[in-house]
């Protein structure tokens, strides 16, 4: 099963598609979890969602933005998708009688 | 000072691989944040990945396994080496000649299975064949000898560390040749006098003959 930050890093992935690169997922996480995530933290996990065949990367094109430097490309595989899929469904599955929960649940019927 | 701090970035971004380096200088110049932070960022991520290396056992096989005893072993066989040389007239030309091919190739196999069995922690094995040749130079004393001759097996080793950081295998056939050679070598030359252990120099030969791939070079 995935970790907390490999499944916000796969779910910034899918939901950036084609303009999912390292520093966009990076900018992604940090305006989800309010938390400044490392550039350590992101390559490693990149790295081993890679390794474990989750994600594929690639250099991508460079920027003037970026100083003329390529991007690092990731995208999501059919196993990574699955993989993130499983954890949602545990998450909001062991979440369903959770106090916030059913709080959430109430407030918005 | 944002060019000084820059440079600091990009001479750390040395220590990656080519492409990550390109990739996470692009990311820190986009995101525009302080060089010292750019600097700490990086700082982290080249410490994630050596830590990770450090979680199998190759750059520990490499650095205390090899690297640290065979630099030991070699100085020891470089100085019986040089002084079979200095008193050449008392043994025969072909053990010395046959005693020098033998220490250049524990040597060069020694180095090429440092290289091949993890290139990303060669500092950390070129450190762990550096320290006991600083400790033991300082301590070299044999009046007759320079003590450049405990470093006789040095060129043959980086030689060894060169090729097996380049190259990407030896052929399985050619592995087992050298790993038979070398065996033969030490049967013939190894002399009497050394410690037992001295054996352990051809391990790395046999290392590589059992790690060669058959469609490698």
Known sequence: ?109 | MRDAGWRAVELAAQLLDRCESEAVLGDLEEAGGSPWRNLLDISGLIVRQQALLWKSWRPWLASFGLALPASLMLMGFSLSVSLAYRHAGEIAMPLLAGRMVLLAAWSWTGGYAVAAMSKRTLWMSIVSCCLPCLFCLARFRVPSLPSACLLLFLPAAIWGVWQGSRLSGIKTRTAILLATAVTLLTLLFMGEGLPATTWMLIWPAWYLAATAESNTL
């Open chain 1, 1 to 109: 099963m995935l970790g907390e930050f490999e499944y916000l890093l796969i779910s910034a992935a899918s939901g950036l598609g084609d303009q999912a690169y390292s520093g966009a997922i990076q900018r992604e996480i940090a305006a989800a979890t309010g938390r400044r995530c490392s550039i350590g933290a992101l390559y490693t996990t990149i790295d081993r969602l890679e390794s474990k065949g989750l994600v594929k990367t690639w250099m991508g094109e460079a920027t003037a933005q970026r100083g003329g430097r390529a991007k690092r490309m990731v995208r999501v595989t059919a196993k990574g998708v699955q993989a993130a899929k499983s954890f949602y469904d545990a998450v909001t599955g062991i979440s369903r009688g959770a106090q916030w929960a059913v709080k959430d649940a109430g407030g918005t019927s």
